[in-house]
Every structure is written in structure tokens, then in C-alpha cells.
């Protein structure tokens, strides 16, 4: 079982910066694939950043190429999304999940449903 704990959420004008942060137990974090999701109010979830178990290999969403970066600390057991020129629209609750199984996706970000573990959430609101 892996806990995964989100955290560095909050509020922030448009154009600012903010990091979120995920803090895994267990000892095998270093080998699970990491992703962040998003889902705003009336909105399904959707795929933000992943990022391979050695941080080699990176997807992002169109909408957030160019300003957001994920990155991951195994020493830590944290993976980090660095989010820069935030926008209105990028208000929603943070998701991050972990694949232990590391699945393959045909080159592309694996969807949801691929990832077996997942936090409880932390709230970005970017105001306009």
C-alpha cells in the first residue's frame, strides 16, 4: 500500500508561481511511474504531468507545456509540479497518483485509470 500525501497548494494572482509537492511512503517509490491530475469544479479530471520512475521521461498536457515542470526526488520520496505563469483556468484540486506497474502507453501520458494509487488533493486557486 502507498500513501501519497499532496501538499503547497493555495491562493496566487494570475502570472504567479507555485509548487505542489507529493510525499510517498513505502520504499519503493523510487521505482513507480508519477502523475499529476487536475479537476476543477463541474470538470472530470484531467492528465496534468507524468514522469518515469528514474525522471528520464516527461509528459505534460498541452494546455501546461511550457510553464508547468514536474520533477522527483527519490532520495525523498517526492515529486514535485512547478507551476509558473499560472493562470485563472489552472484553479482546480491537485492530484498526484503513483503506477507501481510503470505502464506502458504507446510513448504517451498514461491515463488515469493506469495509476493504482492516489492522494487526497490540495487546492490551487489562481485568481484573475
Known amino acids: 500500500q502507498v500513501q501519497l500525501v499532496e501538499s503547497g497548494g493555495g491562493l496566487v494572482q494570475a502570472g504567479g508561481s507555485l509548487r505542489v509537492s507529493c510525499s510517498a511512503s513505502?520504499?519503493?517509490?523510487?521505482?513507480?511511474?508519477m502523475g499529476w491530475f487536475r479537476q476543477a469544479p463541474g470538470k472530470e479530471r484531467e492528465f496534468v504531468a507524468a514522469i518515469s520512475w528514474s525522471g528520464s521521461t516527461k509528459y505534460y498536457s498541452d494546455s501546461v507545456k511550457g510553464r508547468f515542470t514536474i520533477s522527483r526526488d527519490n532520495a525523498k520520496n517526492t515529486v514535485y509540479l512547478q507551476m509558473n505563469s499560472l493562470k485563472p483556468e489552472d484553479t482546480a484540486v491537485y492530484y498526484c497518483?503513483?503506477?507501481?506497474?510503470?505502464?506502458?502507453?504507446?510513448?504517451?501520458?498514461?491515463?488515469?485509470?493506469?495509476?493504482?494509487?492516489w492522494g487526497q488533493g490540495t487546492q490551487v486557486t489562481v485568481s484573475s
Open positions: 513505502g520504499s519503493y517509490f523510487s521505482s513507480y511511474a
Open positions: 497518483a503513483a503506477d507501481p506497474e510503470n505502464a506502458y502507453c504507446g510513448g504517451r501520458a498514461c491515463g488515469a485509470h493506469e495509476y493504482d494509487y
